[in-house]
C-alpha cells in the first residue's frame, strides 16, 4: 500500500479522463508525472507560508510590513534640518466655497475641527514654537489669532469662526501677504513656515500672485545668509 496520495498513481479510467481539472494537479516538487498515458500535476501553494508557533501567518505579514516601512526609510536620505524654534502660519480657507457637503458636515466645518486638532498636536510636538491663524474671506485676508506660542487663544479663536458662516471670495495673495509681513522679524535660529487649507477652485487676487511667491522666495534667501 502506498504511504502517501503522491506515491499512488492508478490507471485512468474513461470516467476520470472526464475530469480535465485532475490533469492539472502539481507534485509537491512542482514536476509532473505521466504514467499509463495519463499526466497529473498537484499544487500545494500554502506550503509555501510561513507559520508561527500559533499557527496563524499574522506575525509573517507583520514582518513584511516592517521590512517595508525599513526600506523606505533607507530610501530617504534626504538631511532634515530644523530650527529649536519654528514660527507657523496656519491660513484657512473660509469663502463660500467651503459651504459645500461634500464633506460631513460640510468643508468648513470639518476645515476648523481639524485645523483645531492640528494645533493641539503641534504644540504637543512643538512647546515652545509660535504660531498663528489667517483667514480668507471676502477677497480679504482677516487676523484670526496673532502669533503666539499659547495654544489656548488659537483654539477659542478657532472656535469662534464656527458660528459664522463661509462668504464671498478668497484670496490667497493677500493671505501670502499678511502671512510674509507677521513672519518677516522673526529670528534667524527658528523657521518660517506658512501652512495653507485650501478649498476654493480660484484665487480673487488684487495683483500677480507670482509675484508675491518670488517675493516669499527672495527674503526666505536673505533671512538665511
Do not use: C
Amino acid at each position: 500500500m502506498a504511504d502517501s496520495d503522491e506515491e499512488y498513481v492508478g490507471d485512468v479510467t474513461e470516467d476520470e479522463d472526464d475530469f480535465p481539472v485532475a490533469r492539472n494537479d502539481r507534485t509537491r516538487s512542482g514536476k509532473r508525472k505521466q504514467r499509463g498515458g495519463a499526466e497529473w500535476e498537484l499544487s500545494r501553494t500554502w506550503e509555501t507560508l510561513v507559520e508561527g508557533a500559533d499557527g496563524t501567518i499574522s506575525s509573517t505579514v507583520e514582518g513584511l510590513l516592517e521590512a517595508g516601512k525599513r526600506k523606505r526609510l533607507l530610501k530617504d536620505t534626504t538631511p532634515l534640518q530644523r530650527g529649536i524654534i519654528r514660527h507657523v502660519i496656519l491660513i484657512l480657507d473660509l469663502s463660500q466655497s467651503m459651504s459645500e457637503k461634500d464633506l460631513r458636515p460640510t468643508r468648513y466645518l470639518l476645515t476648523l475641527r481639524y485645523a483645531q486638532e492640528f494645533v493641539r498636536e503641534f504644540f504637543e510636538q512643538n512647546p515652545i514654537s509660535q504660531l498663528g491663524v489667517l483667514g480668507l474671506r471676502d477677497g480679504l485676508a482677516l487676523r484670526v489669532s496673532d502669533m503666539s506660542g499659547n495654544p489656548t487663544e488659537h483654539l477659542a479663536a478657532i472656535q469662534s469662526l464656527k458660528i459664522q458662516d463661509p462668504k464671498g471670495l478668497p484670496s490667497l495673495q493677500n493671505g501670502l501677504e499678511m502671512a510674509r509681513g507677521a513672519l518677516y522679524h522673526t529670528p534667524s535660529h527658528g523657521t518660517r513656515e506658512v501652512l495653507i487649507i485650501f478649498g476654493s477652485l480660484l484665487s480673487s487676487d488684487p495683483g500677480d500672485i507670482h509675484q508675491t511667491i518670488n517675493t516669499l522666495i527672495g527674503d526666505k534667501n536673505e533671512w538665511r545668509r
